[in-house]
């Protein structure tokens, strides 16, 4: 055609009609194809139409005319021939008809294309590719959807059954629902899929409802799993992706969760069979099928929960039962006898305290400990602990494997263990039980034999079970009882493993837990050295001659359980060795240190001693008591019971225990009259000549003392200052608090290591109310306020009138002495009480010493130390009457020689104030007062430099090893040149040697980046500190001295009664002042 002519609107559609009429024919089959000329024609003629000037410009028209191309195609050819077929012949003819309408649609927006890139664009009409699928939409997909859609279900349904089906022809008729809807998903989703949804949840609920009837629970859930497997299988052959999360909640729900209560309670294959018979690929299958279900893990984690209660349980009857059915004890055979022996050759070993005087005296408190004593359990008692470890093991072996360690079967396996671990067995605590466990492990000739990698291995799972237990204060105390007895009497198989075993406690419950247990190991190791160095200066000292093989073991009475103490005489065949033994290791150890009593605990000391029999001679391992009872054998043939408590001395519960381990247990060394079990005190006793062993060496234990009554009243005590201390803690913090409100923060605050008693909180709380610690609201008595405001003015009121007091001291009159030394000792006393701070009395005594009244405050702390219990940690007073008698005619030099002697110890390892504390928490006034009252009493500062060095080394990690120059934390710096400011200040500008040593090495290690922005911007002067090679003189910042310009009574007093409002929970120390 001439493209200069112009083109009228039904010549020029004539032209196009016929072009778009061999487009139809190609896609109905027939053998044509359009030229590179035919198409460019087209092209043209649409470009010209377009072009012309109007009015004969035809863009509207002909954009009018591509519309009805369609309408006409679809009418006349595609209609008919999806009419006329049905179901998958249907599908294929729409697929194929939406092929070719895509093809038909691509090609005239080709022929088009100027009316898409102008007029449209101009008129903001719908794309010519839009208006070709909105008219297959409109006339094939409007009219056929519901038709299609059934098709489709069918076919998924009849695939479900188990038939084949072409995929890739639903595959293709899915993907006409997505593609109409041109970029939105609404005709997949109202179309198809809510339908096919609905379909599929009602095939599988049919399904479900014969399944659960017909299957066992293993089957079913096979059946369940296999079905959603095929499901998303099936969306990702031919369903849409967005389908795949809906098909799968439609089928979960159907097939489980509808039916999960009656599928998992199923009486013969359900859950708890499944765990009773160790099913655990069920159990997994179980898990992966319910865990994607909202909530659906709940009810399998219950019936975890429940079934290992039971088991559990069943173990704890089991035990039981077996403890109702075992034998107890046996006859003892006895044989009338003959005196006639003496017993000679004997070595001695005991037991030393290193105590100041008044914890010696408390050290003796408690009941005897026997280091003979055998275990308490039986070895019925030992099974159950291993059956309960292997119980755990098997079932967090299943929450590993089975549950993919999913937080909700931990939870339950730790709630089901807290049922029955905290149940008591054959009358002993799960406390006891696994203290004990640990000792049949751990000490010599245990009862079970493993090797090192299986008691590592069964230590971590005992450490394990320890948190399930509630009472870990009643474990941490039966452990300490039976660690000492493993200690002292070289009972322990292995010391790393002892080790082991307290650094995987320390990281399950905290360093408090563990910090006397530490203390003892490290006191065997030092014991063991100071042996050795012992033996050395016998062998440099001809003079120092003990006479017998002595073995001293010296302890740190703190670090210890209690041991009963007496004042046993002894016989003379010891009585000369003892004292000459006592006198040669005092002599030792006085080169050692001038500054500690020895306190000799003969109650944990063993003799060998030489026994001639009749018929043969055997050496005697016994205890210190039964040595003695012994040898008084060697004097008199025949003794009675009350002879022999009177040459002894001894109360009468152990001369019954040491009596009955020689004359009615397994050795009769004496014959007692009358034969009986029993120790009477009427009973004789005599030597039996006769007795004999197949062994020439037999050790005599003592019969076991039961001391469980008493741990467990210490630990009832020792809750009951946990309790206090929480209680004012939280009311410290709260000021004001519901009763209700304040039981339930206790008991979080507490379950860390005891399960506090309801009762026993509203016990404590009552206390505090008649003690002025708490108070209730006048108007709502379930209210209660904290009374902490009047306890500080009280004390500050205290601290002023003495302060006044000891100055107006050297001033009054000689009538008045008296009287001002009563209201002195009634005011140190109220305010020793109310203040159980360790920081709080060093200022005290600080301020005391400086003021004119030294002799008189010097006084005052000897009243104090009539006081019971001070080294404990706690002031409580006994007595009042005799306060005005005692401060008379007292040296104070002597007293402050021997009050900061005898108790430098404690004062520095006080549990909440202790030195390191006061390190820790920058309390430099108080480290201040700690360093004048110490420094001028000898080798009184080597505690406190070896503290500040260990804490300045922790600060900053093992620089130690490294030695490179660090940045250190500004609270250590702080520290640091406090220390400094300290001992220059103090000393005059003449440092302390032994501090000097401390700076030499932290400067060593800390390097040139001993500054840092915070303590330069507080210092007046401070030093360019540029090279490494600085002397420690030159980086000693004078500005310091600003950081120690607090009072002393003031802060001291605040930090006393923070302190006394219990801080911090010391399980060991329980600080209540009785105040009132």
């Known amino acids: 055609m001439n493209q200069h002519k112009t083109i009228e609107l039904e010549e020029g559609w004539d032209f196009m009609q016929r072009g778009i009429t061999k487009l139809k024919r190609i896609l109905e089959g027939l053998p044509e194809w359009f030229s590179s000329e035919e198409y460019m024609m087209l092209y043209t003629t649409i470009y010209n139409m377009c072009t012309q000037k109007p009015p004969h410009d035809y863009s509207q028209q002909l954009y009018e005319k591509y519309k009805e191309a369609f309408e006409e195609y679809i009418n006349s050819t595609v209609l008919p021939s999806l009419r006329e077929k049905h179901d998958e012949f249907m599908l294929r003819e729409l697929v194929k008809r939406w092929a070719n309408h895509k093809v038909l649609v691509r090609w005239l927006s080709r022929f088009f294309h100027y009316l898409d890139r102008y007029f449209i664009a101009r008129r903001s009409l719908p794309a010519l590719n839009e208006v070709g699928l909105a008219c297959f939409r409109d006339l094939v997909y409007e009219e056929l959807k519901d038709k299609v859609r059934d098709a489709v279900v069918a076919l998924i349904d009849q695939e479900r059954e188990g038939e084949q089906i072409d995929r890739a022809l639903l595959k293709n008729v899915l993907d006409i629902f997505v593609e109409i809807g041109m970029g939105q998903m609404i005709y997949y989703e109202n179309d198809f899929e809510d339908d096919m949804l609905k379909d599929s949840a009602a095939y599988y609920s049919r399904k479900a409802s014969n399944w659960i009837v017909e299957d066992s629970c293993p089957d079913y859930m096979l059946k369940a799993e296999e079905c959603l497997k095929k499901e998303r299988d099936r969306v990702s052959h031919y369903l849409h992706s967005s389908s795949e999360q809906k098909l799968v909640e439609k089928v979960q729900n159907e097939l489980l969760v509808v039916y999960s209560t009656q599928l998992l309670e199923k009486e013969h294959s359900g859950c708890r069979v499944l765990l009773r018979d160790d099913k655990v690929e069920d159990l997994s299958r179980m898990y992966r099928l319910f865990h994607k279900i909202p909530k659906g893990l709940e009810p399998v984690a219950n019936i975890f929960k429940q079934h290992v209660t039971a088991e559990g349980t069943a173990l704890v009857q089991q035990a039981e039962d077996a403890a109702s059915n075992k034998v107890k004890g046996q006859l003892l055979r006895t044989k009338d006898t003959q005196p006639n022996v003496k017993f000679s050759s004997w070595s001695f070993s005991t037991t030393s305290h290193l105590v100041p005087i008044n914890v010696a005296a408390f050290a003796s408190a408690n009941n005897y400990y026997s280091p003979q004593a055998e275990n308490a359990l039986g070895s019925q008692e030992q099974v159950f602990v291993r059956k309960v470890i292997e119980l755990h093991d098997k079932y967090m072996a299943y929450v590993n494997d089975c549950f993919a360690n999913h937080t909700l079967f931990h939870k339950a396996l730790k709630e089901a263990f807290e049922v029955f671990c905290n149940k008591n067995v054959s009358g002993f605590s799960s406390a006891e039980l696994l203290a004990s466990f640990c000792d049949n492990i751990l000490k010599k000739g245990g009862s079970e034999k493993l090797s090192d990698e299986a008691i590592e291995d069964t230590l971590d799972k005992v450490v394990k079970l320890l948190a399930y237990i509630s009472d870990k204060d009643l474990f941490a105390e039966f452990y300490r009882k039976k660690l000492s007895r493993r200690l002292l009497f070289d009972k322990s198989a292995n010391d790393d493993h002892e080790r082991i075993i307290l650094s995987k406690l320390k990281q399950q419950c905290g360093g408090q837990f563990t910090s006397k247990m530490e203390g003892m190991v490290t006191d065997l190791t030092l014991a063991r050295e100071n042996q050795t160095h012992f033996e050395e200066y016998l062998e440099n000292n001809s003079n120092a001659n003990p006479g017998i093989d002595l073995t001293v073991t010296v302890l740190t009475t703190g670090f210890w359980p209690t041991y009963k103490s007496s004042d046993l005489s002894l016989p003379a065949e010891m009585r000369f060795l003892q004292v000459k033994c006592v006198e040669v290791f005092k002599e030792f150890y006085q080169t050692k240190t001038k500054h500690r009593k020895l306190t000799w605990m003969y109650s944990l000391g063993t003799c060998n001693i030489i026994g001639k029999f009749e018929p043969k001679t055997i050496e005697l391992m016994v205890g210190t008591y039964q040595a003695a009872a012994l040898l008084l054998f060697n004097a008199s043939d025949r003794l009675n019971y009350s002879e022999i408590k009177t040459q002894l001395n001894l109360a009468d519960d152990d001369l019954v225990r040491l009596l009955q381990s020689l004359s009615c247990a397994k050795y009769k060394i004496l014959n007692k009259e009358p034969h009986s079990k029993t120790v009477s005190p009427n009973d004789y006793f005599e030597f039996n000549p006769k007795f004999t062993d197949r062994m020439r060496r037999i050790r005599i234990p003592l019969p076991p003392v039961d001391e469980r009554k008493k741990v467990v009243e210490d630990v009832d005590k020792d809750r009951r200052y946990a309790i206090d201390a929480s209680i004012v803690r939280i009311m410290k913090s709260r000021k004001v608090l519901g009763h209700q409100q304040l039981v339930m923060e206790c008991v979080e605050q507490l379950s860390r290591m005891f399960k506090p008693d309801f009762k026993a909180i509203k016990k404590r709380i009552e206390d505090l109310i008649t003690r002025d610690y708490l108070e209730r609201d006048k108007e709502n008595p379930n209210l209660f306020r904290t009374a902490s405001e009047m306890v500080v003015e009280s004390a500050a009121n205290y601290v002023l009138l003495l302060d006044c007091y000891v100055w107006c001291y050297c001033d009054v009159a000689a009538g008045y002495k008296y009287w001002m030394q009563v209201f002195m000792v009634i005011s140190f006393v109220l305010l020793a009480i109310c203040l159980a701070s360790r920081g709080a009395l060093l200022s005290l005594l600080e301020m005391l010493v400086a003021s004119p ?224």
């Open 853 to 1076: 009244g030294w002799k008189m405050a010097a006084n005052l702390f000897v009243l104090l130390h009539s006081f019971k219990d001070i080294g404990f940690g706690f002031v409580r007073y006994a007595t009042v009457e005799d306060s005005a008698e005692g401060i008379k005619g007292m040296d104070g030099k002597k007293v402050q020689n021997e009050l900061l002697d005898v108790y430098s110890t404690q004062l520095l390892e006080m549990e909440n104030s202790r030195c390191r504390v006061l390190l820790r928490d920058d309390k430099v006034e108080d480290l201040s007062t700690m360093y004048r009252l110490c420094h001028k009493i000898p080798k009184a500062l080597e505690p406190v430099a070896n503290i500040f060095k260990q804490h300045v080394t922790a600060e900053d990690g093992d620089n130690e090893v490294s030695h490179q120059p660090i940045q250190c934390s500004v609270i250590t710096m702080r520290l640091v040149f406090n220390l400094i400011a300290i001992t220059d200040r103090d000393n005059e500008g003449e440092r302390e040697p032994i501090f000097q040593e401390c700076f030499s090495r932290i400067y060593h290690w800390f390097g040139p980046y001993y500054y840092c922005h915070e303590l330069v911007s507080s210092c007046t002067a401070p030093p360019a500190a540029e090279e490494e090679e600085v002397e420690m003189e030159e980086v000693t910042i004078k500005g310091v001295v600003c950081f120690l310009t607090t009072p002393i009574a003031e802060d001291a007093i605040v930090e006393a009664v923070q302190f006394a409002q219990f801080n911090s929970y010391a399980p060991d120390v329980g600080i209540l002042p009785a105040m009132r």
